[in-house]
């Protein structure tokens, strides 16, 4: 039995709170454990491993005298270093500096050379990456990655007949011939909706016409959590026949619908698994980025749509598919900034800045939908948590290793006064920030 699959059935704040937790814990533990590491391979002594803040809950002492301990509050980590004056690094004890001999202060950060201060700060960004590219790796080895030729993996159910098999070449749809899967979506677009088209396959060596189902049908492939669709109900695998009483028999007539609806709500019968249900929702405006850069803004109800069938996969090698990782998670990092400065200009909502309790909501939705879809939230969350580190704010790590340019470029770190203001400067603009987006959660951006 799924485990995360038991979420709406429990329902409840207690549970999502659960799920932000243990995203949040594991994106942060593997953010600390880089600093951690590789301040250790830089000769920097760590005194204390957090996960969490506040009482420590637990605590054991390594054999190298690190403290690995868990706090109650579980909403971030830290690890401090010998010689440090805080948990966030922000400067050394001049005190206690005093104290240690060359030796010792070389194991300290402060004492510690250039590149390895440098190294040490960039890892904890780094490793949320690798996390990131480390997920997305290991579902492209085990989902496989479509082919290009028009054939039948697997067959989903629908309302109208399947008369497609797995192991189904598909040689032409309505007598147009297609090489290829996107030969294939490219004449979807030509042939008007209708219940069944005429296929001819290469069945078995033997070519064979069918009646079958229209080739991009009005199903769910997916439910994006935190949508209309989600929050009415809807699931992976239903399938919309009619939209406010006018059937419908492909996906392009429930995006042009929702789209036509500005916003008025929508009633769709759905086809469930044999049963028919009606779902009343209220499609929200989305800013989706482009292909090419920039974005779009439509009315959408969440629902990722998909053919008919699913096409045949292949397993990719080790070297493909963590290439495909690391472009998926830059196409991640890419798409947050482009949607960050369109933000910015004014260009799309603001309400596409989340703060924790929006992301904490859609980490409980992510689990509702299961394992493998909470899996990739968390990859996809950590690539954010490593973007956001490496801006060059004061008290993140792109801050401190904007410090570490200058001193590289002039030869001397910034004065202890200097410092102070601008890591109070970084901390009240976190701080504005981070209020901001728990406006939007709460008050701004409420559906």
């Given at each position: 039995?799924?485990?995360?699959?038991?979420?709406?059935?429990?329902?409840?704040?207690?549970?999502?709170?659960?799920?932000?937790?243990?995203?949040?814990?594991?994106?942060?533990?593997?953010?600390?454990?880089?600093?951690?590491?590789?301040?250790?391979?830089?000769?920097?002594?760590?005194?204390?491993?957090?996960?969490?803040?506040?009482?420590?809950?637990?605590?054991?002492?390594?054999?190298r005298g690190t403290r690995w301990q868990v706090a109650a509050l579980p909403f971030g980590g830290y690890v401090k270093f010998l010689g440090d004056a805080d948990a966030a690094s922000s400067g050394a004890d001049p005190r206690l500096m005093a104290q240690l001999t060359a030796?010792?202060?070389?194991?300290?950060?402060?004492?510690?050379?250039?590149?390895?201060?440098?190294?040490?700060?960039?890892?904890?960004?780094?490793?949320?990456?690798?996390?990131?590219?480390?997920?997305?790796?290991?579902?492209?080895?085990?989902?496989?990655?479509?082919?290009?030729?028009?054939?039948?993996?697997?067959?989903?159910?629908?309302?109208?007949?399947?008369?497609?098999?797995?192991?189904?070449?598909?040689?032409?749809?309505?007598?147009?011939?297609?090489?290829?899967?996107?030969?294939?979506?490219?004449?979807?677009?030509?042939?008007?909706?209708?219940?069944?088209?005429?296929?001819?396959?290469?069945?078995?060596?033997?070519?064979?016409?069918?009646?079958?189902?229209?080739p991009f049908p009005a199903i769910a492939d997916a439910v994006q959590p935190q949508s209309a669709a989600f929050d009415a109900g809807m699931r992976a695998g239903d399938v919309v026949t009619a939209v406010d009483g006018r059937p419908i028999h492909a996906f392009a007539e429930?995006?042009?619908?929702?789209?036509?609806?500005?916003?008025?709500?929508?009633?769709?019968?759905?086809?469930?698994?044999?049963?028919?249900?009606?779902?009343?929702?209220?499609?929200?405006?989305?800013?989706?980025?482009?292909?090419?850069?920039?974005?779009?803004?439509?009315?959408?109800?969440?629902?990722?749509?998909?053919?008919?069938?699913?096409?045949?996969?292949?397993?990719?090698?080790?070297?493909?598919?963590?290439?495909?990782?690391?472009?998926?998670?830059?196409?991640?990092?890419?798409?947050?900034?482009?949607?960050?400065?369109?933000?910015?200009?004014?260009?799309?909502?603001?309400?596409?800045?989340?703060?924790?309790?929006?992301?904490?909501?859609?980490?409980?939705?992510?689990?509702?939908?299961?394992?493998?879809?909470?899996?990739?939230?968390?990859?996809?969350?950590?690539?954010?948590?490593?973007?956001?580190?490496?801006?060059?704010?004061?008290?993140?790590?792109?801050?401190?290793?904007?410090?570490?340019?200058?001193?590289?470029?002039?030869?001397?770190?910034?004065?202890?006064?200097?410092?102070?203001?601008?890591?109070?400067?970084?901390?009240?603009?976190?701080?504005?920030?981070?209020?901001?987006?728990?406006?939007?959660?709460?008050?701004?951006?409420?559906?």
């Amino acid at each position: 039995m799924d485990f995360f699959a038991l979420i709406p059935s429990f329902g409840g704040i207690a549970w999502t709170v659960l799920a932000f937790v243990v995203a949040l814990s594991v994106i942060v533990a593997v953010h600390e454990y880089g600093h951690y590491i590789v301040g250790r391979w830089t000769g920097i002594h760590a005194e204390v491993f957090s996960l969490g803040f506040g009482p420590v809950l637990f605590a054991r002492k390594d054999r190298r005298g690190t403290r690995w301990q868990v706090a109650a509050l579980p909403f971030g980590g830290y690890v401090k270093f010998l010689g440090d004056a805080d948990a966030a690094s922000s400067g050394a004890d001049p005190r206690l500096m005093a104290q240690l001999t060359a030796d010792e202060r070389r194991r300290t950060m402060a004492g510690a050379p250039l590149w390895a201060r440098a190294a040490t700060v960039a890892a904890g960004p780094l490793f949320n990456f690798a996390l990131s590219i480390l997920v997305f790796t290991g579902f492209f080895l085990v989902r496989g990655v479509a082919t290009d030729l028009p054939v039948v993996g697997a067959t989903k159910p629908l309302p109208a007949a399947q008369t497609l098999v797995e192991g189904d070449r598909i040689l032409s749809v309505e007598g147009r011939e297609v090489a290829t899967l996107t030969d294939f979506s490219a004449v979807i677009e030509d042939i008007p909706p209708a219940p069944t088209v005429r296929y001819t396959v290469d069945r078995g060596g033997v070519r064979t016409m069918i009646e079958g189902p229209y080739p991009f049908p009005a199903i769910a492939d997916a439910v994006q959590p935190q949508s209309a669709a989600f929050d009415a109900g809807m699931r992976a695998g239903d399938v919309v026949t009619a939209v406010d009483g006018r059937p419908i028999h492909a996906f392009a007539e429930l995006r042009a619908a929702v789209g036509e609806s500005d916003g008025r709500p929508v009633l769709l019968t759905v086809w469930r698994a044999g049963e028919m249900l009606e779902v009343a929702l209220v499609p929200r405006r989305v800013d989706l980025p482009l292909p090419g850069g920039g974005f779009e803004t439509r009315w959408l109800i969440g629902l990722t749509g998909g053919l008919a069938f699913v096409p045949e996969a292949r397993t990719p090698g080790p070297v493909e598919a963590i290439v495909l990782g690391a472009e998926q998670t830059w196409a991640i990092a890419r798409t947050s900034l482009s949607g960050l400065w369109h933000m910015l200009t004014g260009a799309i909502s603001a309400c596409n800045l989340r703060g924790p309790i929006g992301i904490a909501e859609t980490s409980g939705a992510a689990a509702s939908q299961g394992i493998d879809s909470f899996i990739w939230f968390v990859a996809m969350l950590s690539t954010a948590v490593g973007l956001l580190n490496l801006f060059p704010i004061p008290i993140l790590d792109g801050g401190h290793l904007v410090f570490h340019a200058w001193e590289a470029a002039t030869g001397r770190p910034p004065g202890d006064r200097a410092l102070r203001v601008l890591m109070a400067a970084g901390l009240a603009l976190l701080g504005t920030l981070m209020i901001f987006a728990l406006g939007n959660d709460i008050i701004f951006c409420r559906h």
